[in-house]
Structure formats: structure tokens, C-alpha cells
């Protein structure tokens, strides 16, 4: 029940998924009292649609992962992630510390067969649709072998979850001629290309938001940077939007006159919509939430959750594996 | 004479900056005769501030450097950079390709002693000013002692540039914590906490534009993936505010009343102010123009550039380098 609003937030939007979605169910995992607490306030009867399981710790959002992992077993996110290893659940979704739940899924589920490191693949909106990006931070120092391993989950990923057929993988470099790069994303280009996945070949930074493929791979360092500039961006592009729209009574009246397209303008770039990163590599599901999520942030990262389980995308990611192993040996 | 436009943007540019500052002088390089038409075109007389040199040869903007470097030796772009070399002309700007113009330059002018590495140094928007970032795509695969060199370069270009004392140094990294990161950006964030810089520590993505420090250090991998992401976010958002505003007769109208806001904003966000992007770490003064800069964008490099030389910044950080040389032996 982590996250910067905790319970608040989630019970309210595993509440709202029960409703959109009949066919699910969900298991609140953290300290009972507070989630019976906010269950009794929203007055919700969903049978045994919805099941609290007690959890007595709770992981910090600054606490060291390896800390997390190792100190708390009964940790609300710790006994998620066990449900999923139980088959219990078949998903996880947090809104905790990024860090530690990458620790406990890797501790408890391990990866797949063939899969060195898991990754945390998130999306972002293009000019045609959407991107997926991978990995974000959840490993420096990639290997050219790790790479083609993020293409593979990222391109299984976006036909499940997407339903599209041999998505585009394009490969995160500074120019899109063969020549430029570092060693490692030369070599990746090289393993991409005989992999059988769809390869466009070198992408750059502003191919992201183009849209230029469906699956952009990149080292975690690069990618992480790459996410969080960009968020930078947009936060300092609100800013001077909101500053120059209040300068004076003529321009408040004026944002008053444009607050339709303004509002329709902001849904558009509605990051919440794209909320839900997964961890992907795992012998499990499991996603992660932006910790300042809201209700509708967080619905949105559950349902990308259900959407993972319900189209088989590890099995698909595992029977890929399965073909391409011979590649990276 | 380079760049996607030729001497129709950088001629004029050069005339501007000719008019608004007194003390300056241009020369011309390129093909005479079109640099000719374009000086005929404009009827400018500045005497002898004004001198037209021919170059029988032009870089292509794809042309790979070497070939570039080694093959045209009449370039216009070599013949600028040979002028800073003999001291005809104090500093070069190009809006041609990168790659050779780095690659030119660093043959013919050499590197400053103690510097490994030249690194393209830019500027970026911030809350709160702006903020200079280096490596941006010179340097893929760098070592500590490089992001500490190129820690200093862009502390010196803040201090003679921005007139500010003891600029903020941070260390683009994924997260703020000490020991996050991959190897090489630890030591070099301990080469660049003992190198007497006045050094923030890690900074991520978001704070770039957030101003959290004068300078940020990064691989030029890193930068340019980063500023490439950015420069792709802020095309989307354009793109879809103008959507939004063109979307039927009643959008349009609110975005005719609230239009002088909506211009104010631009011109806030207007790169073109931010053009010039200096390349560090060379034995003479030399700005890459962005190659589809408008006669406004090249007139700001080609004032960037006098700002270089009359503050003596390559004089600061050859002395810099002298003080801190001890370091990195």
C-alpha cells in the first residue's frame, strides 16, 4: 500500500477497476486496519471479487532496496509479489519504491529462462499513438546481449498487450546511420538485426515522441535520463503556459475564453493515461506505479496489468525466448 | 556556408550582428559569388568590418567527417577554422554538419593541454534562466576524467558567458543518491567533488530544465539522447496545442482572442534564443549553429561567439586546467 498517497489512492481505483471490469478480482495487500478503513468508507460489496490480506510492514519510498528485500518479509509489497509467486495472484501492481520492488520480484519470482535482467518498460505518447520505451532505469551498463533481451520483451509486450503483429523495434543511438554509437549499441544492432524481430535500425531521441516505432530499446542509464528530461520539459512547458495565461486580467480572460481547448489540450497529454510501467524479464506480472499516482492513474496501471495476464504475454515472451536462445549463446 | 539554408540566413545574420554591435567585424567564408548576391541583395556597406574570403568547396551536411576532413581542404568550413588557427579571425560558427566541423576543428586547432576530448556544450531553458549542458553528443564511451573536464570547461564557459562566480556544477545521473549510477559516473563524481569546482552532485533528467545547478555533466551519448527527447516532446506538444486550436470554428476563435498569450509563450519557449552550441576543450573558439537556424537563431551564435572571445574564455580555462591538472594525473 505504498506510494505517496497510499490506500487513499489505490482502494478507491482497485474499487473502480471492479466495477469497469467484472470479470476481474483484486487482493488488497497492506495494514488491514487502513484498508478496511477506506473500503468501509466507500461502502463497496464486491464479495470475494475483493480480498484484503493483511501486511504488517511497510518498504519506505527512500529505503535502500537491498534493505526492503532482505528486512521485511511481511511487507506489504514483499507479500504481493509472494502472491504472485503462489499463484494466488497473477499480477502485482505497486506504487512503492521503484528499487525495492525490482529487488523482491527479481528475489522472489527470478527471471525467465534466457532473460539476464529484468526491465521496466513504460509508455509515452507519439504523434500517431504510443511508444514503449525499455529499459528506464532498472539497469546501467547494459550488454549489446541485454539489449537485443529488451527488444525481445518490448516487441512481446506491445503485440500482446497492443495487438499488433511484429511490432518495430528501433534501438536508441545519437545518429541513425550504422557508424555512430558506442561499441555496445553497434553490437546490439548487429544481434537485432539477426534476431528475427522486426528491426528498424537506429533511432534518436526525438524518434520517441515521432513515433517513429512501437518498441524504442536503450540502455537504463540512457533511458531513465531520456524519461525524466522529458518530464522536465514538459513541467517548465506548463509553467511558462500557465504563467503567460496569468500575467494580467487580459490574458486571464483570454485562458477563461480558451479554457475548452485548453482543457482538451491537456487531456491529450494526460500522462496519467499512460500510467504502469512493467517489470519485465520476471517469471511473474508485475507493475509499477508512479508513486504520486491518483485513482485515475492508478486504475490505468491496474488494467494495463489485467491486459498482460489476459493475453498470455509471458508465455509469449517465454516461446520467443525459446526460438531466439541459440543467438545470444 | 553551410547549414540546410547557405548564406541566405548566415549573411544577413552576419549584417545584423555588423549593425547592432559596433566593435565587431565578420568574415565571410564560402563561395564568392553567392556570398556576393546575398551582400548586394542586402546593399551593405561596414568597410573593412565586412570581408568576403572564398572557399571553392562545401561540407555536405551528411558527408561523413573524415572524408571531409581529409579530402576538402578548400571547404569553407575548414578555411573558417584555418582563420582562427592564424589568428585572422578570433572564433568560427558554422551551421554545417557536426561531425566535421569537430573533426576539422580539432585537426587544425588542436586540443588545450590537459583536455582529452573536446565536448559540445549548449544551452537549455530553465524555471528559472538557463543552464548549459556538456557533452551533447561529441564524445560516446567517456571516462571519469573527461566528465571532470568537461566539468570545468563548463564551469569556466557559465563564469566568462553568464558572468556568474563559481557556477553550480551537477552530474547528470538516474537517481540523486550517491550510489546510484554506473561506474563511471561514481568516480567522477569524486573527481569532480575534490576538483575544486563548486560541485551540486548528482542531478537527473528533470532537473536539466528544473535549474537546478548552472551546468550539467554528462556522456555524449547521454546528452544527446537527452536533448533529443526533449527537443521530440516539445514537438508533440506543439503539435497537439495546435490540434486543439484548429479543431472547428469555436476553437479557432478562442485561439484567435487568446493569441497574444499564446505568442508571449512562444517567444518564451523560442529555442532559437538558445542557439550556438560552443565547441569546449579546443585551442580557439568555435560554435556550431543548429543547421535550420533562421537569420534571428545564427545572429545569437554569431553573438555568442563574440561573448567568448571578449570575456577570454578559453584563456580562463587554460588556467583552470593548469590549477586542477594535479588531479587527474
Given at each position: 500500500m505504498g506510494g505517496d498517497h497510499g490506500p487513499s489512492v489505490t482502494v478507491p481505483a482497485a474499487l473502480q477497476m471492479l466495477r469497469d471490469d467484472a470479470a476481474s478480482g483484486v487482493i488488497l495487500v497492506g495494514l488491514a486496519t487502513e484498508v478496511e478503513a477506506q473500503l468501509q468508507q466507500a461502502k463497496a460489496a464486491f464479495g470475494d471479487r475483493l480480498v484484503v490480506r493483511h501486511a504488517s510492514e511497510v518498504v519506505g519510498m527512500d529505503e535502500p532496496p537491498a534493505l526492503a528485500m532482505r528486512g521485511k518479509k511481511d511487507s506489504s509489497m514483499r507479500v504481493a509479489v509472494d502472491l504472485v509467486k503462489s499463484g494466488e495472484a497473477q499480477a502485482?501492481?505497486?506504487?512503492?519504491?521503484?528499487?525495492?520492488?525490482?529487488a523482491i520480484s527479481r528475489y522472489v519470482l527470478k527471471t525467465l529462462p534466457g532473460i539476464d535482467r529484468p526491465a521496466i518498460a513504460s509508455i509515452m505518447p507519439t504523434h500517431n499513438g504510443q511508444v514503449y520505451v525499455l529499459d528506464l532505469g532498472a539497469n546501467v551498463d547494459c550488454t549489446a546481449e541485454h539489449l537485443l533481451q529488451f527488444g525481445l520483451?518490448?516487441?512481446e509486450l506491445v503485440a500482446c498487450v497492443e495487438h499488433k503483429t511484429n511490432p518495430t523495434?528501433?534501438?536508441?543511438?545519437i545518429g541513425e546511420e550504422d557508424i555512430k554509437g558506442n561499441e555496445?549499441?553497434?553490437?546490439?544492432?548487429e544481434l537485432l538485426r539477426a534476431s528475427g524481430l522486426n528491426f528498424y535500425g537506429n533511432v534518436e531521441g526525438t524518434d520517441i515522441f515521432k513515433g517513429t516505432t512501437d518498441v524504442v530499446v536503450c540502455d537504463g542509464f540512457v533511458g531513465n535520463v531520456a524519461l525524466k528530461s522529458a518530464e522536465g520539459l514538459a513541467q517548465l512547458i506548463r509553467t511558462f503556459l500557465r504563467a503567460e495565461f496569468e500575467r494580467n486580467i487580459l490574458t486571464r480572460l483570454a485562458g477563461l475564453i480558451a479554457l475548452p481547448v485548453l482543457n482538451a489540450f491537456?487531456?491529450?497529454?494526460?500522462?496519467?493515461?499512460?500510467?504502469?510501467?512493467?517489470?519485465?524479464?520476471?517469471?511473474?506480472?508485475v507493475l509499477k506505479s508512479h508513486g504520486s499516482a491518483d485513482t485515475?492513474?492508478?486504475?490505468?496501471?491496474?488494467?494495463?496489468?489485467?491486459e498482460e495476464v489476459r493475453t498470455g504475454m509471458?508465455?509469449?515472451?517465454s516461446e520467443r525466448l525459446t526460438h531466439i536462445h541459440g543467438l545470444t549463446q
Amino acid at each position: 500500500m505504498g506510494g505517496d498517497h497510499g490506500p487513499s489512492v489505490t482502494v478507491p481505483a482497485a474499487l473502480q477497476m471492479l466495477r469497469d471490469d467484472a470479470a476481474s478480482g483484486v487482493i488488497l495487500v497492506g495494514l488491514a486496519t487502513e484498508v478496511e478503513a477506506q473500503l468501509q468508507q466507500a461502502k463497496a460489496a464486491f464479495g470475494d471479487r475483493l480480498v484484503v490480506r493483511h501486511a504488517s510492514e511497510v518498504v519506505g519510498m527512500d529505503e535502500p532496496p537491498a534493505l526492503a528485500m532482505r528486512g521485511k518479509k511481511d511487507s506489504s509489497m514483499r507479500v504481493a509479489v509472494d502472491l504472485v509467486k503462489s499463484g494466488e495472484a497473477q499480477a502485482a501492481v505497486s506504487a512503492g519504491n521503484t528499487g525495492a520492488l525490482m529487488a523482491i520480484s527479481r528475489y522472489v519470482l527470478k527471471t525467465l529462462p534466457g532473460i539476464d535482467r529484468p526491465a521496466i518498460a513504460s509508455i509515452m505518447p507519439t504523434h500517431n499513438g504510443q511508444v514503449y520505451v525499455l529499459d528506464l532505469g532498472a539497469n546501467v551498463d547494459c550488454t549489446a546481449e541485454h539489449l537485443l533481451q529488451f527488444g525481445l520483451m518490448g516487441s512481446e509486450l506491445v503485440a500482446c498487450v497492443e495487438h499488433k503483429t511484429n511490432p518495430t523495434v528501433g534501438l536508441l543511438n545519437i545518429g541513425e546511420e550504422d557508424i555512430k554509437g558506442n561499441e555496445v549499441v553497434k553490437q546490439a544492432a548487429e544481434l537485432l538485426r539477426a534476431s528475427g524481430l522486426n528491426f528498424y535500425g537506429n533511432v534518436e531521441g526525438t524518434d520517441i515522441f515521432k513515433g517513429t516505432t512501437d518498441v524504442v530499446v536503450c540502455d537504463g542509464f540512457v533511458g531513465n535520463v531520456a524519461l525524466k528530461s522529458a518530464e522536465g520539459l514538459a513541467q517548465l512547458i506548463r509553467t511558462f503556459l500557465r504563467a503567460e495565461f496569468e500575467r494580467n486580467i487580459l490574458t486571464r480572460l483570454a485562458g477563461l475564453i480558451a479554457l475548452p481547448v485548453l482543457n482538451a489540450f491537456k487531456r491529450r497529454v494526460d500522462h496519467r493515461r499512460y500510467n504502469g510501467a512493467s517489470l519485465l524479464g520476471l517469471r511473474g506480472i508485475v507493475l509499477k506505479s508512479h508513486g504520486s499516482a491518483d485513482t485515475y492513474a492508478f486504475d490505468c496501471a491496474l488494467k494495463r496489468a489485467v491486459e498482460e495476464v489476459r493475453t498470455g504475454m509471458l508465455a509469449h515472451i517465454s516461446e520467443r525466448l525459446t526460438h531466439i536462445h541459440g543467438l545470444t549463446q
